[in-house]
């Protein structure tokens, strides 16, 4: 089972061929076997597991199931979900059980979607290769010297392993695609604002976005079918008609106009990641795609504007954590401000903290408009940029990262050296814009590559449309690491 | 040397709405420590907040009360500090661009008339409260008031005397429980004001260096920190020295102001838009709606009751010091009594009555159309005026009618002539002094033998029987 597509456990769960029983207990199994090695789950619970695969039967047997009903999901630690320990990766949260549930969590229970346990990932979902976690780094299930990628790498490897067939991930600034491309599966950030936030812990409130990891293009439209819709409770959730994203996976390509950013094909793409994207693009070529020339000459811009506006979002989302009304309190403090230094000092690790601080030095007095306001106005150039660029295609491509999966500890002492590593996500997270990562074959070290597709507003249909059909052409996204 | 003082108010009114600015809880006052408090309220992880449009109307009214420009985009805005009772670290607020810019209130200081501008009022979240009471030691937090709505008025520093900025406070307060944005609850923190103060010698352009003072939730501790911040400032300045910008607080039982802190320890906001919020945007239809359920404002009124009731504008403006008084007059009148004799009585023995209770006219025992039918009696000349007044103080007591007591006390005046007329002959013979003064010329002389026979029929005669009646029988 652990290979198969969801239209095949559905179909199987409709036909009494498994029950969720089983199935959450096949996925619990390796779960259990392999997470020693690789650190993609944080909490599995069982008991807890088990009560939901039973319900999920339950339904199945009074009629009152959906289509993914049974279908066991990893959720990554940063959805808070009622009764469930939400980490966040932080040791600021090790002992905090979530009283309420996110929005995602609230719709992946309301279809039946039974959680096998919460992932991994970089703390406070800031990094790009899950080092950065309190529970310790995930491993590469293709090469366990290798990083998974972040933030959602636990996530990420649970699908990659076959310790889940899908998983939620968010993305900030490539917290989906670049693990996704890392450990080699499928995986979509939306347009902003099609997931809601509510109950999905803030990093970046502008650029956090939820979405879903799986085998293939098809999986992560039916999951994103679940995970997507407005909430009330989010501000930012936009009031659309609810849409099946799997409704034009089988569309022809013909006539398809792909933009090649010439950008994201300049130095610093490494020659094997740079082979994988140009085979990818002659399959599309032979799908009937036409291949375009465009520019968005501000990409090298979105790293320092995201590294302004990210920390400065989050110097002000993480205050919450103070140790005064929930998660972790120094044992030893003197006064009010000892209590909050010394929580702070104890609970949160050395990546969130630098973040902290330099949030907090570009909103101060006499810096905002130097750094903040000129990385919003950045943030705009990009934008349209990118609107520039869809004038003459319909969706653009390229890579997710400039390299495969780094070896864990390579960069972990040269924080600008992975900063630089985000350049081809970031400017999707800054413009809002949907992107995603298909898997597209191997560099020369054998660790995954992954293809970046970014649409326009909205787009998700199409982008999924255009991997889907990548996906019937070829059968990277079938490979497995063998464990 | 002279001195000017000049001053600014800041002041925080909690808007009444039914759940707080941005999360569903409950505002009411007073339930359990933490238990009005949503997700956003304790600032769990992922909550995020929603606008609260019940809060934009009450902060439309406002503006279009004070012709106030009602921005159509306004922002709202972090501001971040670290304090217990603030519970995600930032208060959300609006800074660059709030909700409604600009605007005026009339203040009146002994009969002068002056025109206070504004600056802005914007849409922000009250924090929660630390309890310092017994947890062994430690500080409780209540969180029931994080997220109630404030609208934060801020004027333009045109108030130069203590006296000013209380009538401006008062003037403030009149207009915000008017329209009905406000409950006024000052004991309950539902009307504080933050002042600031500067001195300069009079006929410098420049201000002088201001100190604020915070949190004061009445009009006597407005008046008293003002005068007792300004004469620290005038003498610190006499003696040399030298006023730094800072945060002060007033202490109402040494009558002092202490510092809080000083500019040094100003905290640095690091104000920025808020990711959560999408701008605040106001349309034409949201505006209009707001404005035609706005009530009638009392500047308005003033000038409809002297129009349609014929009082004096010193009457009208009396009349709609609140809502509750216009609306008790105007049912008196209603109710069928004199328009000038209603204005009278309750500026006159109504008020005078509730002063001395300490309540105001909706605590009045006496019904607008009580009062109405003891008025009615008066005009018909059932009893007099004199008589009215003990009739009032009866009705306020028992809660009786004016006929009910009439009645049951035998106050019904005497018109009949006849009846009068024995009283009248009795009065001269006891009175012979007084007559004697009286065909001397003294025309006071008659006064007191109209009390005479006031007196011996217990109130009950016609004064004016009583005196035609005199002048005939002494003529």
């Given amino acids: 089972m652990i290979e198969s597509s969801l239209k095949q456990l559905s179909a199987a769960l409709a036909a009494r061929q498994v029950s969720a029983v089983e199935l959450a207990g096949e996925f619990l199994a390796r779960a259990k076997q392999y997470n020693g090695e690789l650190n993609a789950y944080i909490t599995l619970d069982e008991q807890k597991t088990l009560s939901e695969a039973h319900d999920a039967d339950v339904r199945r047997a009074d009629g009152t199931a959906g289509p993914l009903t049974g279908i066991p999901v990893a959720h990554k630690d940063i959805f808070c979900q009622e009764g469930w320990l939400t980490t966040c990766g932080s040791k600021m949260l090790g002992n905090f059980v979530s009283p309420y549930s996110a929005h995602v969590i609230e719709q992946c229970r309301a279809a039946g979607l039974v959680t096998l346990g919460r992932t991994n990932m970089d703390e406070f979902a800031m990094g790009s290769s899950n080092e950065n976690s309190a529970f310790g780094p995930v491993k590469n299930p293709w090469d366990k010297n290798a990083v998974p990628g972040g933030s959602s790498g636990g996530s990420a490897v649970a699908v990659a392993a076959r310790l889940a067939p899908i998983a939620t991930g968010t993305d900030t600034g490539g917290s989906i695609r670049q693990p996704a491309a890392f450990c080699g599966v499928t995986g979509i950030k939306p347009t902003y604002g099609v997931v809601s936030r509510f109950g999905m812990i803030a990093y970046a409130s502008s650029l956090d976005q939820g979405g879903p990891f799986a085998k293939s293009a098809e999986d992560c439209a039916l999951l994103l079918n679940v995970m997507a819709g407005f909430d009330e409770r989010d501000a930012t959730s936009l009031q659309r008609e609810r849409e099946d994203y799997s409704r034009d996976l089988e569309r022809p390509l013909a006539g398809l106009r792909i933009g090649l950013p010439r950008e994201y094909f300049a130095d610093g793409l490494a020659g094997d990641v740079a082979a994988a994207i140009d085979a990818a693009i002659a399959e599309y070529k032979k799908l009937g795609a036409q291949i375009v020339e465009v520019s968005l000459p501000n990409t090298r811009l979105a790293i320092p504007s995201y590294y302004v506006i990210a920390p400065a979002e989050a110097s002000s989302n993480l205050s919450r954590f103070d140790g005064v009304r929930y998660g972790h309190r120094a044992a030893d403090f003197d006064g009010l401000v000892g209590m909050y230094e010394q929580t702070r000092a104890e609970g949160f690790g050395w990546e969130v903290k630098r973040r902290i601080l330099t949030g907090t030095y570009v909103l101060s007095h006499g810096y905002y408009d130097a750094y903040y306001l000129q990385a919003q106005k950045i943030r705009r150039i990009i934008a349209n940029d990118f609107q520039a660029a869809f004038r003459d295609c319909d969706l653009i491509a390229g890579p997710v990262a400039p390299t495969t999966a780094w070896n864990l500890g390579e960069k972990s002492d040269d924080p600008v050296a992975m900063y630089l590593a985000d350049i081809y996500t970031l400017g999707v997270n800054l413009a809002g814009l949907p992107g995603m990562s298909v898997p597209a074959g191997f560099g020369a070290d054998g660790r995954p590559v992954g293809l970046q597709l970014i649409g326009n507003y909205f787009d998700e249909a199409r982008l999924l449309n255009a991997a889907h059909r990548f996906q019937q052409a070829t059968d990277w996204h079938l490979k497995a690491p063998a464990l | ?475």
């Fill in chain 2, 1 to 475: 040397m002279k001195w000017e003082v000049v001053i600014g108010l800041e002041v925080h009114t909690q808007l009444t709405t039914s759940s707080k600015i941005f999360s569903p809880a409950s505002t009411a006052f007073g339930a359990e420590p933490n238990t009005q408090t949503a997700v956003v309220d304790i600032a769990l992880p992922g909550a995020l907040p929603v606008m609260n449009r019940a809060a934009v109307d009450k902060a439309i009214q406002f503006g279009l009360a004070i012709g106030a420009r009602v921005n159509r985009k306004s922002v709202f805005a972090r501001k971040n500090y670290f304090y217990p009772d603030l519970p995600k670290g930032y208060q959300i607020s609006q800074f660059e661009l709030p909700i409604v810019e600009g605007g005026q209130i009339a203040i009146n200081v002994d009969g002068v008339e002056k025109v206070i501008n504004l600056t802005r009022a914007h849409l922000e979240e009250d924090a929660g409260k630390s309890l310092h009471g017994d947890y062994h030691g430690a500080t409780g937090i209540d969180l029931n008031r994080a997220g109630t709505p404030l609208l934060e008025i801020v004027s333009e520093p045109e108030m130069r005397s203590a006296a000013e900025a209380v009538a401006y406070a008062k003037a403030l307060y009149s207009l915000v429980t008017w329209i009905g944005i406000c409950d006024g609850n000052m004991q309950e923190g539902s009307f504080r004001c933050d002042v600031n103060v500067s001195v300069r010698p009079e006929g410098q352009a420049e201000f002088g260096t201001r100190r604020e003072i915070k949190n004061l939730n009445s009009f006597r501790f407005i008046e008293q920190a003002i005068r007792a911040e300004v004469q620290w400032q005038i003498e610190t300045i006499e003696d040399g020295g030298k006023i730094e910008q800072a945060t002060v607080l007033f202490d109402p039982d040494t009558g002092e102001t202490r510092m809080m802190r000083s500019k040094e320890d100003a905290h640095d906001y690091r104000y920025f838009p808020d990711p959560d919020l999408p701008p605040l945007v106001i349309d034409e239809d949201w505006i209009e709606r707001v404005r035609n359920a706005l009530p009638e404002l009392p500047h308005d009124m003033q000038q409809r009751f002297e129009r349609q009731y014929g009082i004096p504008a010193y009457d009208a403006v009396t009349l709609t010091a609140s809502k509750a008084l216009a609306g008790y007059y105007e049912a008196t009148v209603a109710a069928g009594a004199d328009a000038k004799l209603a204005s009278n009585w309750i500026m006159g023995d109504i008020s005078a009555t509730l002063n001395r209770e300490e309540q105001d006219i909706t605590a009045c025992p006496v019904s607008a159309a009580a009062l109405a039918a003891l008025i009615g009696r008066i005009a018909d000349k059932t009893i007099n005026n004199k008589t009215a007044k003990d009739v009032l103080k009866k009705m306020w007591e028992s809660g009786d009618s004016t006929d009910a007591i009439i009645e049951r006390d035998g106050l019904k005046q005497e018109s009949d002539s006849g009846a009068i007329e024995a009283i009248v002959l009795e009065v001269i013979a006891a009175n012979p002094k007084s007559v004697e003064e009286y065909r001397a010329g003294k025309e006071k002389a008659l006064n007191s033998l109209v009390g005479q026979v006031m007196k011996a029929s217990r109130g009950k005669a016609d004064p004016a029987v009583a005196l035609e009646l005199l002048k005939q029988k002494l003529a």
